[in-house]
Structures are given as C-alpha cells and as structure tokens.
T-cell receptor, first 114, second 111 residues
Framework: NAGVMQNPRHLVRRRGQEARLRCSPM?????VYWYRQLPEEGLKFMVY????????ESGMPKERFSAEFPKEGPSILRIQQVVRGDSAAYFC????????????FGPGTRLTVT | GQQLNQSPQSMFIQEGEDVSMNCTSS?????WLWYKQDPGEGPVLLIA?????ELTSNGRLTAQFGITRKDSFLNISASIPSDVGIYFC???????????FGAGTTVTVRA
C-alpha cells in the first residue's frame, strides 16, 4: 500500500519562474493538505482540498499561490513568479476523512529559488 | 493556526537514557499527534491521541494526552542511535482539520 507520493523531491527555479508541486494521496484518501516548512521550524498549514474543491486556503498567500485537486490525477500546488522567500520544503498530507484525525505525510518537495 | 510551545528545543543524550519532551497549547485540542522527521524526509506519524488523560505506547515510545487538553508529553525509553531526529507535536482543535505544529525537538544520541 503506497504512501503519500510527492514529486519532484527537489526543484530549483529562478526568480520569476513557476513552480509546480504534485501530490498523490494514499489509496483510499480523498482529503489533501499542503504545509510549508522553513528551515528549523515546524510545519505551517497552507491549504486543505477535497476532490475538485478547495475547503480552506486560509494559510496560503493570496497572490501567486494556487492549489487544485482535480477529479483525476494528483493535487497540484502552483507558485507563480517565485521569489527567494518561497524557498522551503513543501509537504503534502492525506487523510481518509476530516474526522479521520490522522494525517499521513509525503516525503516533501524542496524548492530552491535562485 | 494555534500556537504550540514545544520543549526542549534540543537535547543530547547518552544511548540507553530515557527522553522526555512536551508540548503546550494556548487552547484546547481534541487530537494530539506526535511525528518524527528524519533529514530530507517527511514527518512520520508515531502516536495519535484522542482523549484527555489517554496514555498510548508504541514500542519504546509513550505519549500522553494531558488532562487539561492543552498539553501532551512524549517519552522515549532506552534510547538507541536510530532515535536521532526531530520530533514534532501537532494538535487539532475540535471541529477543525488543520494541524498546528510545534517547532520541534532535535534529539541527538551519543553512543
């Protein structure tokens, strides 16, 4: 039973480029969460999605960031016109339901903006 | 998200020693989770707690959900070198799905 999958594991982008991060939840999980982690800090919530719906994006910057979880395929976190401050590890977690409580994390995507 | 205070920030211990860390919240939580993160990897769920006063073990790990619902504790007994890593607490209030994380406790084990 495969866990949460994320790709790419490492992504380097120049300032102004776009970054696309992908997340495939665990089999049977329909709830996806994205978190950001800066060096030596805990994870910070960004956005919560169910299939084809954004439920809560209160932790996501209003500009340049967007997320989707289409009916088919992985969830995508998209960062447009990246800046150096976007450099961080981005983690995706999934759960079977909102009351499932437990969120299982993927290995993360390390984004470096040069 | 909620503010979680996790302590200690780091610890150096001898192999075989017991390790204790705790997490406190400014508000009441319905769920406490403890994760371990190795360098370059994602957090791995160690223990989940759902009820005030609950004491749960997973091998050498034991965690407790505080009676006040505002704190949780993790103990590691008889530490071994593979216990090295960063341990995070995470909590979730009732009727919420967002996890709030502590800043982590870095554990280094001296052989």
């Amino acid at each position: 039973n495969a866990g949460v999958m994320q790709n790419p594991r490492h992504l380097v982008r120049r300032r102004g480029q776009e970054a696309r991060l992908r997340c495939s939840p665990m089999k049977g999980h329909s709830h996806v969460y994205w978190y950001r982690q800066l060096p030596e800090e805990g994870l910070k919530f960004m956005v919560y999605l169910q299939k084809e719906n954004i439920i809560d994006e209160s932790g996501m910057p209003k500009e340049r960031f967007s997320a989707e979880f289409p009916k088919e395929g992985p969830s995508i976190l998209r960062i447009q016109q990246v800046v150096r401050g976007d450099s961080a590890a981005y983690f995706c977690a999934s759960s079977p339901s909102t009351t499932g409580h437990e969120q299982y994390f993927g290995p993360g995507t390390r984004l470096t903006v040069t | 998200g909620q503010q979680l205070n996790q302590s200690p920030q780091s610890m150096f211990i001898q192999e075989g020693e017991d390790v204790s860390m705790n997490c406190t919240s400014s508000s009441i939580f319905n769920t406490w989770l403890w994760y371990k993160q190795d360098p370059g990897e994602g957090p791995v769920l160690l223990i989940a707690l759902y009820k005030a006063g609950e004491l749960t073990s997973n091998g050498r790990l034991t965690a407790q959900f505080g009676i006040t619902r505002k704190d949780s504790f993790l103990n590691i007994s008889a530490s071994i070198p593979s216990d090295v890593g960063i341990y995070f607490c995470a909590g979730r209030p009732r009727h919420d799905y967002k996890l709030s994380f502590g800043a982590g406790t870095t554990v280094t084990v001296r052989a």
